[in-house]
Nanobody, 125 residues
Framework: QLQLVESGGGLVQPGGSLRLSCAAS????????MGWFRQAPGKEREGVGC???????NYADSVKGRFTISRDNAKNTIYLQMNSLKPEDTAVYYC???????????????????WGQGTQVTVSS
């Protein structure tokens, strides 16, 4: 059974950087579409960026040019590098996996069936 565990969240000042990790166990991620999502208090969960099994990516407009998803298949881990962070990036960040190829293009939470527990990111001075 696929399990996902996020790490790397924390408190960072505006303009700073963080790298989130999502380690998988139980299955190999090579053939999964993966996504990073976030949910701020009082808001719906939104897609931040998603990656197809072949490495193609799709990002929300709000993070394009600042966030980057990468995969390390040898470590069965995906990453979210977040640069130039803004207070509005504050949220709980989740990684998710889907065994349906191509859903990364939509990057909608409803297409992803396996979820991590989330990690808090707070951007504040």
């Amino acid at each position: 059974q696929l399990q996902l565990v996020e790490s790397g969240g924390g408190l960072v000042q505006p303009g700073g950087s963080l790298r989130l990790s999502c380690a998988a166990s139980g299955v190999t991620l090579d053939y999964f579409d993966m996504g990073w999502f976030r949910q701020a208090p009082g808001k719906e969960r939104e897609g931040v960026g998603c990656s197809g099994s072949g490495g193609r990516t799709n990002y929300a407009d709000s993070v394009k040019g600042r966030f980057t998803i990468s995969r390390d298949n040898a470590k069965n881990t995906i990453y979210l590098q977040m640069n130039s962070l803004k207070p509005e990036d504050t949220a709980v960040y989740y990684c998710a996996a889907s065994d349906t190829s191509g859903v990364y293009r939509y990057c909608k939470s409803g297409f992803f069936g396996s979820w991590g527990q989330g990690t808090q990111v707070t951007v504040s001075s």
